[in-house]
């Protein structure tokens, strides 16, 4: 049964109230003063659903004992006796944190109104506080998840690119988020040159698991036979495991390539990337998109294209974090970027990606709203 504390120093008081209490399913604790009701609270919080005090009494004062049982447990209800037109007093206690005050002669109906309504606050607050826990508890847990997925996630990024005999590279990673979509490599085999870049479209978690199965796949260029059709080989592999295997909602953009360190040659695919550029002299050569975006359809065909390199020439690649940095509420776009090339195009591939990276920030006010990857590679020998 609930428990009710009534304090009261008019002994008629206490014992007509535990009384009509027990009478109506109530188990009752009964003070004679504000100190002994304070000990009581104290040692049987707890248990108790309500306290019912006076606010005349000699010794404490009913705000004195309101003050100090809220502080023991602030959920509680307290519902107050005060003298006829007391009203000062009656607001000086819902002040303190009473839910309700009774004037002096008071009809047992209203007291066990009040006393319901005491508890079922107490009640809600208590739920309140489970859920606020509970909500504190999942978010600290998706927050650990989330720091996991961004420290295996980084571990994954090339903390620096490989010097190579015949190329110069240069690269730019910022993630929006702490756990982003983007990725990128470059690394040799005996006969060539393998490098890609992609940008899963999502954010979090969800991005972090769908880019490390991407890079999964694309690492396996260094162990397929060392031939142009590889990349092909891979693209036909992604593509069928997020069809099947991820959320429907999940695709990505990619852009691989290889280039025979013997001829010269750059063989590449691209799955729905926006076009990225081969920079010759004062000419940008564009490399547009040869298939629909990983994970939309299960039978795609990923043409292969190529072009002859010369020394000299930079591969520029990136993703959109880069075209979609916003200035004065629009989209500065691939115009944009283009232009931006142009205008440093003739600056070695380090200071090319720089330069596209720091134009680019420029015009965002300093800040991107999408991860941004710049990756530049150019033929030395």
Do not use: W
């Not at 659903?49 to 602030?74: C, H, R, W, Y």
């Not at 999942?138 to 996630?153: G, N």
């Not at 060392?226 to 693209?235: A, G």
């Amino acid at each position: 049964m609930p428990l009710v504390l009534v304090i009261d120093d008019d002994p008629s008081i206490l014992d007509n109230l535990e009384f009509n209490l027990k009478l109506h399913g109530y188990d009752v604790l009964k003070a004679p003063d504000g100190y002994s009701g304070i000990d009581i609270f104290k040692c049987r919080a707890p248990e108790i659903d309500a306290v019912v005090t006076d606010m005349k009494m000699p010794g404490l004062s009913g705000l004195d004992v309101i003050k100090n049982i809220l502080e023991i447990d602030p959920d509680i209800g307290i519902i107050v006796f005060t003298g006829h037109g007391d009203t000062e007093n009656a607001v000086a206690a819902m002040r303190e944190g009473a839910v309700n005050y009774i004037q002096k002669p008071f009809k047992m109906d209203n007291l066990l109104l009040s006393i319901e309504n005491a508890m079922e606050k107490r009640k809600m607050l208590k739920e309140n506080k489970i859920l606020q826990k509970n909500r504190l508890e999942k978010t600290r847990y998706l927050q650990e998840l989330h720091d996991s997925a961004q420290r295996i996630l980084i571990n994954y990024i090339p903390k620096k690119l490989p010097e190579f005999d015949m190329f110069d590279t240069a690269c730019i990673y910022r993630n929006y988020e702490k756990v982003g979509g983007d990725m990128y490599d470059v690394y040799e085999t005996e006969r060539h040159l393998y490098f890609y870049i992609f940008d899963v479209a999502s954010h979090g978690i969800l991005a972090a698991v769908n880019t490390l199965i991407i890079k999964a796949h694309f690492c396996a260029f260094k162990y397929h036979p060392s031939n142009e059709n590889s990349i092909k080989t891979v693209f036909n592999d992604v593509n069928l495991e997020l069809c099947k295997n991820t959320s429907s909602s999940v695709f990505a953009t990619a852009f691989a390539g290889c280039i025979d360190k013997q001829s010269k040659r750059l063989y590449y695919i691209s799955a729905g990337h926006i076009d990225q550029y081969i920079i010759r002299n004062d000419c940008l050569i564009a490399l547009p998109s040869t298939g629909a975006l990983l994970g939309s359809f299960e039978n795609v065909s990923y043409d292969i294209k190529s072009h002859q390199l010369e020394r000299g020439d930079k591969i520029l690649l990136f993703t959109d974090g880069i075209t979609e940095v916003r200035c004065n509420d629009s989209v500065i776009g691939t115009e944009c970027i283009k232009k931006i090339i142009e205008k440093n195009k003739e600056k070695p591939v380090k200071q090319l990606v720089d330069s596209v990276y720091e134009e680019a920030l420029t015009l965002s006010d300093g800040s991107f709203d999408d991860d941004t990857t710049i990756l530049g590679l150019q033929v030395t020998k």
